[in-house]
């Protein structure tokens, strides 16, 4: 939270310069608005973060053309907040206009552009429609496939969200064909007592479970455990779930 303060501190000194230097529809201006968007974004004040997105969003309009880049970020920015706040109809309306702007702005193979496939992914995953969210996760991963070198941790991300839909649908062993490859990525990509790390042991663990694999699991688990007592504070409540899901394991022996 500390850091969060310092940076809405330097941000918001930032804004007051800019304000009185630039003109009202500066780029700069809207680029500023648009990092204090990200921090109350990542502080979970969602309507603030909504404030700023939006007056970043009022001046890319005015002082870009339609199909910039920089205006789909905006519109994906938006986006975002409404699926952090749960308002996935929303979410998908700027998620959308985002990726209309990236498909005729962008190379077929850009990074953004799976970004923005990805993210309507999650909205439909979110929304329970798990088969609408596969077809989306899918051509984010065959553009991130082409993107990125083949150890890159977005990579593992494509594949855990994947592995995640067949999680949600019931079908552990096709979820775990996945997360075994995102796990493959992350040991290549992260340190070893990366958080992330911890939920690719622990997604695999959870998959054997559902499979009743539970001396598979087990392994799977305690690894995810023993990373995550050293890399979050002792009172993360994933310590205590990962603590719980062992325990289901070894009752299940």
Same mark, same amino acid.
């Given at each position: 939270? @500390?850091?969060?303060?310092?940076?809405?501190?330097? !941000?918001?000194?930032?804004?007051?310069?800019?304000?009185?230097?630039?003109?009202?529809?500066? +780029?700069?201006?809207?680029?500023?608005?648009?990092?204090?968007? #990200? #921090?109350?974004?990542?502080?979970?004040?969602?309507?603030?973060?909504?404030?700023?997105?939006?007056?970043?969003?009022?001046?890319?309009?005015?002082?870009? +053309?339609?199909?910039?880049?920089?205006?789909?970020?905006?519109?994906?920015?938006?986006?975002? #907040?409404?699926?952090?706040?749960? %308002? !996935?109809?929303?979410?998908?309306?700027?998620?959308?206009?985002?990726?209309?702007?990236?498909?005729?702005?962008?190379?077929?193979?850009?990074?953004?552009?799976?970004?923005?496939?990805?993210?309507? @992914?999650? #909205?439909?995953?979110?929304?329970? %429609?798990? =088969?609408?969210?596969?077809?989306?996760?899918?051509?984010?991963?065959?553009? *991130?496939?082409?993107?990125?070198?083949?150890?890159? +941790?977005?990579?593992?991300? =494509?594949?855990?969200?994947?592995?995640?839909?067949?999680? $949600?649908? @019931? $079908?552990?062993?096709?979820?775990?064909?996945?997360?075994?490859?995102?796990?493959? &990525?992350?040991? &290549?990509?992260? +340190?070893?007592?990366?958080?992330?790390?911890?939920?690719?042991?622990?997604?695999?663990?959870?998959?054997? !479970?559902?499979?009743?694999?539970?001396?598979?699991?087990?392994?799977?688990?305690?690894?995810?455990?023993?990373?995550?007592?050293?890399?979050?504070?002792? *009172?993360?409540?994933?310590?205590?779930?990962?603590?719980?899901?062992?325990?289901?394991?070894?009752?299940?022996?």
């Amino acid at each position: 939270m @500390g850091n969060y303060s310092k940076a809405l501190e330097f !941000y918001e000194e930032a804004q007051k310069i800019y304000e009185k230097a630039l003109p009202p529809n500066h +780029p700069d201006l809207a680029s500023c608005y648009g990092k204090n968007g #990200v #921090v109350y974004n990542a502080m979970r004040d969602y309507s603030k973060a909504l404030e700023f997105y939006k007056k970043s969003h009022k001046i890319y309009e005015k002082a870009l +053309p339609p199909n910039h880049p920089d205006l789909a970020t905006s519109y994906s920015n938006i986006g975002q #907040v409404h699926n952090n706040m749960g %308002d !996935y109809s929303k979410a998908l309306e700027f998620y959308e206009k985002a990726l209309k702007i990236r498909e005729k702005a962008l190379p077929p193979n850009h990074p953004d552009l799976a970004t923005s496939y990805g993210n309507i @992914g999650q #909205v439909y995953k979110n929304m329970g %429609d798990y =088969s609408k969210a596969l077809e989306l996760y899918e051509k984010d991963l065959a553009i *991130t496939k082409k993107a990125l070198p083949p150890n890159h +941790p977005d990579l593992a991300t =494509s594949y855990n969200n994947i592995g995640q839909v067949y999680k $949600d649908m @019931g $079908d552990y062993s096709k979820a775990l064909e996945f997360y075994e490859k995102d796990l493959e &990525i992350t040991k &290549i990509a992260l +340190p070893p007592n990366h958080p992330d790390l911890a939920t690719s042991y622990n997604n695999i663990g959870m998959a054997h !479970y559902g499979m009743n694999n539970y001396s598979k699991a087990l392994p799977f688990l305690e690894n995810a455990l023993s990373i995550r007592r050293k890399s979050l504070p002792s *009172t993360h409540p994933l310590i205590q779930t990962t603590i719980d899901n062992i325990d289901h394991v070894k009752k299940k022996m």
